[in-house]
């Protein structure tokens, strides 16, 4: 518990460092610019992010083995520069050691099929267990988004769009004034199409050795993202009382995996995704098919708090989440509502388009500087897009 609260602490610490070094930096210190992008829209080919299959019928500790021998540099690299990060901080290397002895036991509380694929991937990474299994806790913890669900009220068409945005206090390169983590990440993301009984059931984006969905689509059903909530007693709590008595709580991108996988209406997707018990706090973003069909769930490890409906007849055509409760205001450093929502309000419920909603998710700060990439999901045909992004003179975070 001490050392999980040292570790979020130096995060924040190494974060605020960089970023007044940056500050003083020889370049441009970079500022919202505020304003709404209208050409981001069909980005180029070349950004566009590779595809793979997973078969969820194969043995769970091979199934990923393609994608990991692809990108086994940057899964290397990525797990080289957390260990990198601790050492800073615990120079005798005791936190290393806890993890390389420690976190291996740990895997076996995790559900078969996680498990088997956790260890599927050290063993093809050549990573060790322990270090695989904090890269994927990581995720649960740190990532920094913008989700939107927005529906056309002359089609009825759903959109639902997601910018990923990671690697914030986790290292800063000063020679090339990027945040280390996120270039990392930039080589190592792709789009995989799930395979069950010879079909095709989901597509999700993600990155390569990472086993939890932090966004997918299930055709002429549902598409589900995931945002980080920062909440004090947050993900460190939830994850210290699974280690040590609720042996049941779950990672929240499980449960939106298993939705996906298991589940095959938006109201029991829902339902699920707002009852079941998780360790840790985050939101979900939900879409139908159906008018009215999107959702905003707020979720604490065991409740769901105000859940915001789409309500096209109250003028809510679309909701757009960051990381912040939706009744409350967000913190004033980090601002991307307020922008997301003004470059929103620009369209309107009989014109939104997946263009519109691109071009918003490509507009500073929405688009920042630990943007990895966006992903386009239509729920009524499973359909996909993704694309790597890189604005080096948009906001810091
Ligand atoms: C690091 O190790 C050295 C030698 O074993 C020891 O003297 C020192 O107290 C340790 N420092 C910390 C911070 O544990
Ligand atoms: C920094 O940029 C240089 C030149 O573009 C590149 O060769 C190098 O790999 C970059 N460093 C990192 C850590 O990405
Ligand atoms: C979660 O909520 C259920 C039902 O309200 C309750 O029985 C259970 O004890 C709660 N679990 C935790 C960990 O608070
Ligand atoms: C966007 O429009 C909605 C609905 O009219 C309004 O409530 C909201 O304040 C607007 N947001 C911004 C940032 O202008
Ligand atoms: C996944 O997305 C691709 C590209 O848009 C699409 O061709 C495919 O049908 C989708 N798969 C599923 C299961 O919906």
Redesign the pocket.
């Given at each position: 518990m001490v050392f999980l609260r040292f570790l979020n602490f130096s995060m924040v610490v190494v974060g605020i460092v960089l970023y007044i070094v940056n500050s003083y930096s020889s370049i441009p210190d970079p500022t919202p610019q505020y304003g709404c992008v209208t050409d981001a829209y069909p980005p180029q080919e070349k950004y566009k992010l590779p595809w793979f299959k997973v078969d969820l019928d194969a043995d769970p500790r091979h199934r990923w083995d393609e994608i990991i021998t692809t990108y086994q540099e940057p899964i290397n690299d990525i797990v080289e520069q957390l260990v990198h990060l601790v050492s800073i901080f615990d120079p005798n290397g005791t936190i290393l050691k806890i993890v390389d002895d420690m976190m291996p036991a740990l895997v076996l509380k995790f559900p078969k099929e996680y498990r088997e694929e956790i260890e599927g991937i050290a063993d093809a990474s050549g990573v060790k267990l322990g270090r695989i299994v904090v890269y994927n806790i990581f995720y649960e913890l740190f990532s920094v988004c913008t989700s939107i669900v927005a529906e056309n009220g002359q089609t009825g068409e759903h959109f639902h769009a997601r910018n990923l945005d990671f690697g914030l206090f986790m290292g800063w390169d000063m020679q090339n004034h990027t945040w280390t983590v996120s270039q990392i990440l930039r080589r190592m993301e792709f789009n995989v199409e799930f395979i069950k009984d010879g079909a095709p059931l989901f597509n999700m984006s993600s990155f390569a050795g990472y086993v939890g969905t932090l966004n997918g689509v299930k055709g002429g059903k549902y598409s589900i993202s995931l945002n980080e909530r920062f909440v004090l007693e947050g993900g460190f709590v939830g994850l210290y009382?699974w280690i040590v008595k609720?042996e049941d709580?779950y990672f929240p991108t499980w449960l939106a995996r298993d939705i996906l996988t298991e589940t095959h209406t938006y109201d029991e997707a829902l339902n699920t995704l707002q009852t079941r018990?998780i360790l840790a706090p985050c939101y979900y973003i939900v879409s139908g098919i159906e008018h009215n069909q999107g959702h905003l769930i707020t979720r604490g490890?065991?409740?769901s708090l105000y859940p915001l409906q789409l309500n096209a007849e109250e003028g809510r055509w679309y909701l757009l989440e960051t990381n912040y409760d939706h009744w409350k205001k967000p913190f004033f450093l980090d601002n991307r509502r307020t922008p997301g929502e003004k470059c929103m309000n620009e369209s309107s419920y009989d014109t939104i388009s997946k263009s519109h909603i691109f071009n918003v998710l490509s507009s500073d700060p929405v688009l920042n500087q630990l943007t990895v990439f966006t992903t386009l999901m239509d729920p009524q045909t499973g359909q996909m897009e993704s694309y790597r992004q890189f604005c080096p003179t948009c906001y810091i975070w």
């Open positions: 009382e609720h709580l018990a490890l065991n409740e």
